[in-house]
């Protein structure tokens, strides 16, 4: 019988990031109409105007929920009345333009040969992995946990609010509030389609970059080669921030290099915006930003002996700081530290501590750092990704044609710029964090340097030219290997998304509590509070909840720990209002193995179970996770 795939039951939510998408472009483009923009491609003001508009509307959401009024009409009209005011009335005569401008078509007529037919149909293919698993429900843990999970409670209780168990919460949350929009609007489907549409438009930016800067050939290069990319695919299906922040990084280098083009202020401007923006999605963009950002435009300034330096310098980082500074606010207000949860040796912070700091940092860098790790990291990319030295797949076509570039006689100049830029983004990271997800933001960089030295390549001696063929090839097949068949999130994402797989069983492999929390959704009265224990994944949950991470205590285990019997327990869940608990055994176990989740002498774990059998009933269990209701 014949299987509708998710994609073709996704088609309301087409709609509305359609909408969405409009929206966006129609306000960006009305901003940098004010500043006197130009373009030199219809595609790269469509990409600029697009990006500057999805900041807006993500800011927007912030305020909404910063005024208390985070609910669907609201939204909605918000959407509508966008559309009214940028949309409607220059919609024909951009519609006109836009038509009748050929001369930045995809493709020209004249053929490029081998490179450039594979390079269709790998982004062909890496299109189509991407779109019908992005559809797919969420089931990674960071996405359950706080990049929809916090905004699920925002939703719930139609604001910002400050959420003690969720550390995470404290992020910069600009991508956040778009996905914040897509729950309230279409669901996880739509959040899900927001971020595989950051996906997209990091490829067009990349196009914009490699054409504008080299050609069509190694614009189409470049698009293949990021577009391939086996973290790319994966982080456009499993909506986390890495690939907006790639997709913005992108273009913050592009204005970068427009404003050392043509020197014209306004690009400082948007350079700053962009800056914000990257800051407002990851606390790790600030560094970049602002470090790599100031010594290139100094660098310009001293190397041309032009004056007004400071000027420049303040501008850009006047308006980043602007852009980024909503967030440092809201962290001030709820927890006393701007960058909550950083530099707590410093600022302190509510519902926080050194140890636990210093337990987030060891988690996110996965192996302590040393010197020897340092210079074994680029062998560690390459043969012990899975082995934890470095979290995630980066490919091998990156590591062959970039070290190849750095070889090559007399570069492009471009290139040689892009190549710094690329190994001071590394060394950033890999003074920081050692996980391939947020190394993806130079990526589109990095495609750009790998599609020059394949086209370099071309012009070699033919047994060098059918190698790099060869060699370009097996890597992108290797890409495709890996997203649908080596990792095991993103195969069985993929045999869902094909209709492969059933629901249930796609649920029951990554993410058992799903039968439980939907049970709770249809069965529980509307006034129910659920306390999550053992597992933090939440977003799914439309009862009000408490859920914590496992940096975070568990309210239920501290309140073990302070009873002296099974009534204790009772009255202090009876004090923070709990009438439910959802409850996996198994996970709750391995948290405290890594994490110390609970934190229990051997008494505390008695008093745990004569409170199960005596104060709570079993109201459903499957897969091993129990929905439990308290006798009071």
């Avoid at 997209?200 to 080299?214: D, E, H, Q, T």
């Avoid at 400082?268 to 600030?286: E, P, R, W």
């Avoid at 049970?519 to 408490?546: D, M, W």
Wanted: glycine share 6%.
């Amino acid at each position: 019988m014949f299987k509708m795939l998710p994609l073709f039951s996704a088609w309301k939510e087409i709609l509305f990031l359609a909408f969405i998408l409009v929206d966006a472009f129609f306000v960006g483009r009305q901003f940098l109409k004010w500043l006197k923009i130009n373009f030199s491609s219809q595609l790269e003001g469509v990409v600029f105007s697009t990006a500057i508009g999805l900041g807006v509307i993500a800011y927007s959401i912030l305020f909404l929920g910063a005024c208390g009024v985070l609910y669907r009409s609201v939204v909605w009209v918000l959407l509508v009345v966008f559309f009214l005011l940028f949309v409607v009335n220059p919609v024909r005569k951009f519609g006109r333009g836009f038509l009748s401008d050929r001369q930045d078509r995809f493709l020209c007529r004249n053929p490029y040969g081998f490179p450039t037919y594979i390079s269709v149909a790998i982004i062909v293919v890496a299109l189509f992995l991407t779109v019908v698993s992005a559809v797919v429900p969420p089931v990674y843990y960071d996405i359950l946990l706080y990049h929809y999970g916090a905004p699920n409670i925002y939703i719930q209780n139609h604001k910002i609010v400050y959420i003690p168990e969720i550390v995470h919460s404290n992020f910069p949350f600009t991508v956040e509030m778009l996905y914040t929009l897509g729950l309230l609007i279409g669901k996880e489907t739509l959040a899900n389609l927001i971020n595989m549409t950051f996906g997209i438009l990091s490829a067009m930016s990349v196009w914009c970059l490699a054409r504008k800067y080299f050609s069509k050939k190694v614009a189409l290069l470049a698009t293949a080669v990021f577009s391939s990319s086996a973290s790319v695919i994966e982080l456009s299906v499993l909506p986390t921030v890495d690939i907006a922040l790639t997709f913005f990084n992108t273009l913050l280098l592009l204005s970068l290099l427009n404003w050392l083009h043509n020197r014209e202020q306004r690009w400082l401007y948007i350079m700053g915006v962009f800056a914000g923006i990257c800051m407002g999605i990851k606390y790790t963009a600030m560094l970049l930003c602002f470090g790599l950002g100031f010594i290139i435009i100094a660098t310009r300034m001293l190397i041309d002996r032009e004056g007004k330096l400071f000027k420049k310098v303040f501008i850009y980082s006047l308006v980043a700081f602007a852009i980024f500074s909503p967030w440092l606010i809201k962290n001030l207000y709820y927890t006393g530290n701007p960058v909550h949860p950083g530099f707590y040796n410093l600022f302190d912070g509510k519902d926080w501590s050194l140890e636990q700091e210093r337990k987030l940092a060891e988690i996110a860098r996965h192996v302590p750092f040393n010197f020897k790790q340092f210079l074994l990291l680029p062998y560690n990319l390459l043969f012990n990704y899975q082995k934890e030295q470095v979290a995630g797949f980066l490919g091998l076509v990156f590591s062959i044609f970039v070290s190849t570039s750095l070889v090559l006689p007399k570069k492009d100049r471009i290139i040689k710029f892009l190549i710094l830029y690329s190994l001071i983004y590394f060394i950033f990271w890999a003074l920081s964090f050692w996980m391939i997800r947020f190394l993806v933001p130079v990526l589109g960089v990095l495609s750009v340097i790998v599609a020059y030295t394949i086209d370099r390549l071309q012009n070699f001696k033919r047994p060098i030219k059918i190698l790099a063929n060869i060699c370009f090839i097996g890597c992108i097949i290797t890409n495709f290997f890996w997203f649908t068949y080596f990792n095991k999130v993103t195969h069985t994402i993929f045999l869902r998304g094909v209709s492969a797989i059933e629901e249930e069983e796609f649920f029951k492999t990554l993410f058992p509590p799903y039968f439980a929390i939907e049970y709770a959704n249809e069965h529980l009265p509307p006034q129910s509070f659920i306390l999550f224990f053992g597992e933090t994944r939440h977003s799914y949950c439309r009862v009000k909840y408490i859920c914590n991470t496992a940096y975070n205590k568990n309210p239920l285990a501290g309140i073990v720990k302070a009873s002296e019997d099974g009534k204790e327990i009772l009255k202090g869940l009876h004090r923070l209002g709990i009438t439910h608990i959802v409850f996996s055994p198994s996970e709750a176990s391995r948290l405290e193995k890594g994490w110390s989740y609970l934190d229990w002498e051997a008494e505390d774990y008695n008093k745990f179970n004569r409170f199960l059998s005596e104060s709570v009933e079993i109201m459903y269990h499957r897969y091993g996770i129990f929905l439990l209701k308290i006798k009071y």
